[in-house]
Structure formats: C-alpha cells, structure tokens
C-alpha cells in the first residue's frame, strides 16, 4: 500500500479451481472497492487502485467470496 495506491494479487490452488473459484473472479469482485480493475487467470489474478484506504473492507469482500 502506498499512500494513494494499492496493489492487490489473488492466487487460487489448482483442487479450488476445478471447484470453480476463480481468482480473477475474485479480483473483479473487490478491485472496485478500491476504486480500481484487474484482471488475469483462474488460479492467478492482480488489480491496482486508488482508494488503499479500502484495502481492508476489499480483503473482508474476499474472504466473503471465497468463504460463501
């Protein structure tokens, strides 16, 4: 986290996958709460933003996602 940008990377195991958790799914989910857009693969996915001020209610979205 910088002071007016964040970076944020998704990684999914390969058994999660074939599950069907995406980590570019979950990257598309939170990267707007950060006020930014990512992209990438099914097991590998980054996004950057302008809010990092959100960085915590954005990982709390993940953790949602993937704990559903």
């Known amino acids: 986290v910088e002071a007016d940008k964040c970076q944020m990377i998704a990684k999914v195991s390969d058994d999660h996958v074939q599950k069907g958790i995406k980590a570019v799914e979950i990257i598309k989910s939170i ?38």
């Open 31 to 68: 990267a707007p709460i950060v006020n930014g857009g990512g992209g990438g693969k099914a097991d590998s996915a980054q996004a950057g933003g302008k809010a990092p001020e959100n960085i915590n209610a954005a990982l709390l979205k993940a953790r949602e996602l993937f704990c559903h």
